[in-house]
């Protein structure tokens, strides 16, 4: 396994901070805690070394008045606005699309997917509404077999069906073929993938390079207006900022498409360490790390551009600067998912649980959408995932959906319940038992992304931003469970771990957030923060299982101190940035930091328009219960056989 080189002891004293910094592989330092049962009540174990100096970016929330109150630092930035999410920004409740055709469940029916595609293309034909919308086909209550994949290739179009629970609409996935039931794509955004039973591996992704040789900056679908770029010409556009000056906006109206692009040099990868920490098979090349946000003109002030949502990192001239284009984009908008039951068939042998590839591996597909939604959807027997969001879905929202029952190796690469790789996404009250990665951020995933009030139980391991700088992410009152050492929040310095995961996140922000631990580390040009606690399980095994892992995966022990694992009251708590985590000792004050500032943007009734009012109250009880209501079942999942 690939390790950083390690200083020589002798030598430690002669590294100034941003050397030690860079050799250890992290710049603004990490912070790993644990909930334990053995320390007073408010207390934490603290993984860190020496308190090293200041760091001049300083502290991004401070507290006033018993409130966190955000503010800026002297580079300019901030903690990003996170409410530009969701469907149409959360500006707007889901609609109630009205239904256009009904299908009545056949008994004597052994595959029901060219009914249901028959139907999803006569709607798909009508003409769309003044809002967008062709209709709804609803599914009467019963149980639908589904040997291949239906498709939504359509704006406007809504499959809905009576209930996500046993006794509502059913959808079961039968046969061996490894595919999402349910694929919604605009052109050229169908994965196309119906499985192979000779398919062994994880899961596909159909957006992953082959061995890094090709640039995935714009996925299918989403293109660049030739002529229209122009540079943006301010040395550093700051975390957080709306407005971007370039070298000419003459070419560009209020409401056109946009792509900001910031691109990627090598002196950027190697001040992260990724010319020493990744998988030499997996090489972090600055071609592959040019970030692309999907943006729409809201003003032109001279040669300023302002854009409808913030940007989620900073863009910097020495690191490569960037540029913004004209756009477009074939993908299809308004489409729904709402009230069904996706089930996969397999081999109820209990001793194949973790072994049966050989079955549907997700229930809902999504990609080149913009402004969609799945709400009240739950997905049994999986082995990957019951959402998945691909990197041209933009401003989904999934809301009061329930992943159960996984049915798949618990190993890397399988049980991603809620997995985004889009941008300007929204998870709300969702609940997952039985995952790994529950609530994840997969590879280059660009924000703002949010998981507010979302919940898993019997977890296996982390929630997070994967692996390869997914950036723009809240956590926002995510709690995780489960008797694995491995279950936790994190944002750190993944190194070698899996295919070269390297940094897996930044401007990552656990906002009372809760798990057996969690972990931030703050890379040399980004932050990543936790911001108030909430008091979740008690298990010592963890802290020493994530100390081992450190200590192979990234070889941090030796490098330059010896980093050992130290118990200290809350006060007392060394950190190696000392503004990663704020008020360990509970929950801060606003309760959730998306609903504040979509209140601040939009007022009251748009936070009401989205969530319920458990959620508006702080009724944490309240909440539990509802997200634990979701993963109710009568009994097993219905047996049908071919």
């Not at 209930?163 to 999402?180: I, K």
């Not at 089930?343 to 080149?368: K, T």
């Not at 995952?435 to 997070?464: I, K, T, W, Y």
């Not at 606690?533 to 030796?558: N, S, V």
Request: charged share 25%.
């Amino acid at each position: 396994m690939k390790m950083a080189k390690q200083p020589d002891r002798n030598t430690d004293s002669s590294l100034d901070r941003r050397q030690f910094l860079t050799r250890l592989g992290v710049a603004g330092g990490a912070c790993l805690f644990l909930n334990s049962g053995f320390l007073p009540a408010g207390s934490l174990h603290a993984f860190g070394g020496p308190v090293l100096p200041d760091d001049p970016r300083g502290d991004l929330v401070t507290m006033r008045n018993g409130v966190m109150v955000l503010r800026k630092d002297y580079l300019g930035d901030r903690i990003p606005d996170f409410s530009w999410v969701g469907y149409h920004h959360s500006s707007r409740p889901l609609p109630e699309v009205p239904v256009v055709e009904l299908l009545e469940p056949d008994a004597d029916s052994r595959d029901d997917t060219k009914r249901i595609q028959e139907a999803i293309d006569r709607i798909s034909a009508k003409p769309p509404d003044g809002q967008g919308h062709r209709g709804a086909l609803l599914l009467k209550a019963g149980v639908w077999r589904i040997y291949g994949q239906l498709q939504i290739t359509s704006g406007g179009v809504v499959l809905r069906g009576e209930g996500q629970h046993q006794q509502g609409t059913v959808l079961v996935g039968m046969g061996t073929q490894r595919r999402f039931l349910l694929d919604i794509s605009g052109k050229d955004g169908l994965t196309g993938d119906m499985g192979t039973e000779a398919h062994d591996g994880p899961p596909a992704w159909p957006e992953w390079p082959d061995a890094g040789q090709q640039d995935l900056a714009i996925p299918r679908g989403v293109k660049e207006i030739s002529g229209s770029r122009t540079p943006i010409v301010e040395p550093r556009v700051p975390v957080g900022s709306r407005r971007i000056r370039v070298e000419d906006a003459s070419g560009f109206q209020i409401g056109d498409d946009i792509i900001v692009r910031r691109e990627a040099n090598q002196k950027w990868i190697s001040l992260l360490g990724m010319d020493q920490f990744t998988a030499p098979e997996f090489p972090w090349n600055p071609d592959h790390y040019r970030f692309d946000w999907y943006r729409k003109v809201a003003d032109i002030d001279g040669d300023t551009i302002v854009i409808d949502a913030p940007v989620p990192m900073a863009i910097d001239e020495q690191f490569g600067g960037g540029w913004v284009a004209r756009a477009e984009s074939e993908r299809i908008e308004e489409v729904g998912v709402e009230h069904i039951r996706f089930v996969s068939d397999f081999d109820y042998d209990p001793q194949e649980r973790e072994h049966d590839l050989h079955h549907a591996e997700g229930a809902i597909n999504m990609n080149h959408v913009r402004n969609a939604w799945v709400r009240n959807v739950t997905g049994v027997h999986f082995s990957y995932a019951t959402v998945r969001l691909l990197a041209a879905a933009q401003q989904i929202t999934v809301m009061d959906c329930a992943n159960l029952d996984m049915v798949g190796p618990i190993l890397g690469g399988w049980r991603y319940p809620f997995v985004n790789r889009g941008q300007q996404n929204l998870f709300i009250r969702n609940y997952s038992e039985t995952g790994r990665h529950d609530f994840v951020m997969q590879f280059r995933a660009a924000g703002p992304n949010v998981f507010l009030d979302c919940r898993a139980e019997q977890s296996f391991s982390l929630s997070e931003p994967h692996h390869r700088y997914g950036h723009g992410v809240l956590f926002d009152n995510v709690l995780l469970f489960g008797d694995s050492p491995r279950v936790g929040l994190f944002s750190v310095n993944r190194g070698d771990s899996g295919t070269g995961h390297g940094w897996s996140g930044a401007w990552t922000i656990f906002w009372n957030c809760g798990a057996k631990i969690m972990g931030v580390m703050d890379s040399p040009t980004c932050r990543n923060m936790i911001i108030g606690y909430r008091d979740t399980e008690k298990d010592e095994e963890a802290l020493q299982f994530w100390r081992d892992w450190l200590q192979t995966r990234i070889g941090w022990i030796d490098v330059p101190y010896s980093l050992e694992v130290r118990r200290h009251q809350v006060q007392d708590i060394l950190y190696l940035h000392p503004h990663s985590v704020v008020h360990p000792e509970g929950p801060v004050s606003p309760r959730s930091l998306f609903m504040e500032q979509l209140r601040s943007r939009l007022g009251n009734d748009a936070v009401a328009g989205i969530t319920t009012l458990a959620q508006r109250e702080g009724d944490m009880d309240a909440i539990t219960h509802y997200l634990q209501q979701l993963g109710l079942r009568d009994g097993p999942e219905p047996l049908v056989t071919g």
